[in-house]
């Protein structure tokens, strides 16, 4: 029996198994509590369907919906639920023509009654997994704390000598049963919360698992068509090969010269600066380069659409349709108020797996970061989890570059929105300038943990041709004062025809 008690089966829902790290012990009594739609049903049925799949007899006994219910619940999924048993508890037919009690307590010989057609059924259908919906009804049944607790303890030692496992409802709607959870060898809590602006949000938590690790914390979770999709919070704890630290060109000798000798390999890159000035479309032709190496790049959308990001690139001559269309590069478009973050880190640990070539991701862009915080606002410590995220990517050599846009259009102020500083190894900065009443743009790089980088400011340009970075400007003033001045002659700024008309 311990042997068969120490095996572990699936839940239905893999994330989940690897959450319990494996899968639940079989031949126990579970508990899965939460208030009502946050999908206890869908998850019984998905338990009942890995097994059936598995060749294992199932059960679905339930209070309080009926075969029709279930069955239309199941069809909504696109499941069918042949081969599974349904046993209904209340006879409709049986309600109708029930008479008064006289003698006993109407409470002891429903329950009674309802305990002993379970019995009898599992006695001759002898599943491998049962799941009883729901204890909310078996409590009303009870009229009282103890008669229910002591039917809890009779099923929990009835079922024990079976060989089966068994999920036990509860809709959570008097609060917490910590009696319940006692008897119970595991916990799995289901819950939601509204948010501010888009979908609830909805999350798992695993309480107890007597005498096996499991990931803790709340793990994000998806209820729709298909059934619960979730979302694992995660820790990057596994060992893995350090990258070597080789540094990887932007394929613009003169950007590469002010990072002193480009970006390394697993580092963040802060590409900041006011709007329009060209942060996006650095980040592009980072990309655009890791794809002529052939190697792949993914571009994490908060804000652009797809439809202008091609456009764009196309303005600047960047191929990256092209290179979308050969699998070089994948562009996610993420909807506000509709992704998590452990969501999110999914995606990203999904998108850097080595494609069907073999041909792996060594660049990665997001954004941008000011999307990113839009697009949760209503979750806490996003700064944390993207830091998770950036330690991820650097452990496994890939270069990410992070977009953050300055307040105001013309970024009169070196201050962000957030303090980022301490996430990145590089930070690029853009700034826009006045010349002989025009605006130019200049980039410059103002911090490089690892390289020794150039401390001059150029101009820079985007062109038809794709991006062009000038010759070092010295005549500026006011530099650390966010919009520097210039006070040099024109003939030391770029040609005007490597300047687009503003």
């Known amino acids: 029996m311990s042997d068969v008690g120490a095996r572990k089966i699936s839940t239905g829902v893999q ?4 959450v319990l790290h494996g899968g639940l012990q079989a031949c126990r009594l579970y508990l899965i509590e939460g208030s009502p739609g946050t999908g206890k049903t869908t998850l019984g049925l998905q338990f009942l369907l890995a097994g059936r799949d598995a060749g294992e007899k199932g059960i679905y006994v339930t209070l309080s919906e009926t075969k029709e219910e279930l069955i239309a619940v199941a069809r909504s999924h696109g499941w069918s639920l042949d081969g599974i048993e349904i046993h209904e508890l209340v006879d409709p037919a049986d309600e109708i023509g029930r008479v008064q009690y006289t003698m006993f307590e109407p409470a002891e010989i429903e329950l009674g009654s309802t305990i002993g057609s379970v019995q009898e059924r599992i006695e001759s259908l002898q599943p491998s997994r049962i799941v009883f919906d729901s204890l909310s009804e078996m409590r009303l049944l009870s009229q ?4 229910y607790r002591r039917q809890i303890l009779a099923l929990k030692q009835f079922l024990a000598g079976r060989n089966c496992t068994t999920l036990l409802l509860d809709d959570q709607a008097g609060g917490e049963d910590q009696q319940l959870q006692s008897l119970a060898h595991g916990v799995i809590r289901l819950e939601q919360q509204l948010t501010d602006y888009g979908n609830e949000r909805r999350f798992l938590r695993v309480i107890k698992y007597r005498g096996s690790e499991f990931v803790g914390g709340a793990h994000d979770l998806q209820l729709a068509r298909g059934g619960l999709t979730l979302f694992p919070r995660w820790s990057d704890n596994q060992p893995h090969d350090l990258p070597k630290g080789e540094q990887i060109s932007s394929g613009l000798p003169a950007l590469d010269a002010l990072l002193g000798g480009g970006v390394t390999e697993g580092s963040s890159t802060l590409l900041l600066g006011p709007a329009g000035v060209g942060k996006s479309s650095m980040g592009v032709q ?7 190496r052939g190697e792949r790049a993914v571009l994490f959308e908060f804000e652009e659409s797809s439809h202008a990001l091609f456009n764009r690139s196309a303005g600047l001559g960047f191929p990256l349709r092209q290179y979308v269309d050969e699998g070089l590069i994948e562009v996610r478009q993420l909807r506000p108020g509709e ?3 452990n969501e999110f880190a999914l995606h990203v640990r999904s998108a850097i797996q080595p494609d069907a070539q073999g041909r792996r991701t060594t660049v990665v862009l997001i954004d941008s970061l000011n999307g990113y915080l839009n697009a949760m606002p209503h979750e806490r410590f996003l700064i944390i989890q993207l830091n998770d995220i950036l330690h991820y990517l650097g452990r496994r050599g890939v270069a ?3 977009v953050v846009a300055q307040h105001g259009m013309l970024g009169r102020t070196t201050a962000t929105p957030i303090d ?4 990145a190894d590089a930070v690029i900065l853009f700034r826009y300038f006045e010349a002989e009443g025009q605006i130019h743009r200049a980039i410059s790089v103002v911090k490089n943990r690892t390289a020794n980088h150039e401390h001059t400011i150029r101009e820079f340009g985007l062109s038809q041709n794709g991006l062009v970075i000038g010759e070092p400007l010295r005549k500026f003033r006011g530099v650390l004062a966010g919009t520097p001045e ?3 002659t024109q003939e030391t700024l770029m040609p005007a025809k490597e300047r687009p008309p503003e």
Do not use: I, N
């Open 15 to 18: 994330a989940l198994d690897e």
């Open 144 to 147: 009282g704390a103890l008669r």
């Open 286 to 292: 980072f990309a655009v380069e890791a794809a002529k």
């Open 339 to 341: 992704v998590t973050p």
């Open 400 to 402: 990410t570059f992070l």
């Open 420 to 423: 980022t500083s301490y996430l």
């Open 486 to 488: 210039f006070v040099g």
